[in-house]
C-alpha cells in the first residue's frame, strides 16, 4: 500500500500514476493537514474518484481518519463500503498515562463504546483500526495488547506503528507475535529523530526504513511467523505536515522504492 500523506497535498490524478511504480496496488487517503486527498475525494464526487482509481488500476485500501475520531465514522463507513475500501484508521480515545488495572479499565470502557460502530463495521465488511498513538489511550503495548484481547471482532483491531513505542527491535518483534492477527495495518515506520521540529532533510529522513537505527528483520520475521496478511505501509511524517516528504512525486516515488528494496532484502534474506 501507498500512503497518500507522503506526497502531502498533491493531486490525486499526479498521484494515483506513482502507485505502480512503488510496487503498491492500493492507496491510502488523508484529510487535512497530513494531506487533502479525503477532501479531494469531495470535491471529485465518488464516481469520478472511483473512475480515476479504475483508469490507474488502484483501489482505494484504506481511509485514515483521525479527524473524525473513533465514534463519528458512521457515514464514513457507509463511504467506503461504496468504494470497495474495507479498513478505517482511526485513534483510540481515553485517558493518557494509565498503568496495570487502571488501563485495563479505561480499555474495556473504550471497547464497551466502540461496540455499537463495530456491528456496523462488521454489517459493512469494514475494519476499525486503532493506531498505538503517544499521549492517548493507547500508547503503550499493554493498551494493545488489552485491546486485542477485549475486541468483540475481528472487525476492531490495530494499526501498529513502531514509531510510537519504545526502539527495540526485538520488543517490537515480540508484541508483534502477542497481537497476532489483531493486527490490520503496518506501518514501516520508525522514531529516527522524531516528526514534530523541522530538520534537515536527511534527519528527517531518518524516520523510512533502512535509514534511521532500527533493525526491520525481527519485525519482519514476527510478522512472517503470524502470517501477517494486512496492509502495509512505508511510513514518515514530513515537516511541517501537508508538505511532500521531497520536492516532486518523482522523488517521493524514489525514496519509497529506497525503504521497499530494504524490507524486500530482509524478507529475501540478503
Known sequence: MLGSCLYGYEKLAEILPEVAKTGASAIDIWPEVHGNQREQLDELGEEDFAELLRSHEVSLGCITQYKLGPFALTKEMSLAQRLGCQTIVTDGRGPAGLHGSELKVAVKRFVEKMKPHVERAETLGITIAIENHANGLMESPDSMKWLAELRPSKHLAIAFAPYHLPQNSNDLAILLMELGDAIEVFYAWQHGMGCHKKLPKDQELLQ??????????????????????????????????GVPIRETNSQVTDEINLSRKYLENLLSGN
Open 208 to 241: 523510512l526504513p533502512g535509514r534511521g537505527d532500527l533493525d526491520f528483520a525481527p519485525l519482519l520475521e514476527a510478522l512472517k511467523k503470524i502470517r501477517y496478511a494486512g496492509w502495509t505501509e512505508i511510513f514518515m511524517h514530513p515537516v511541517p505536515r
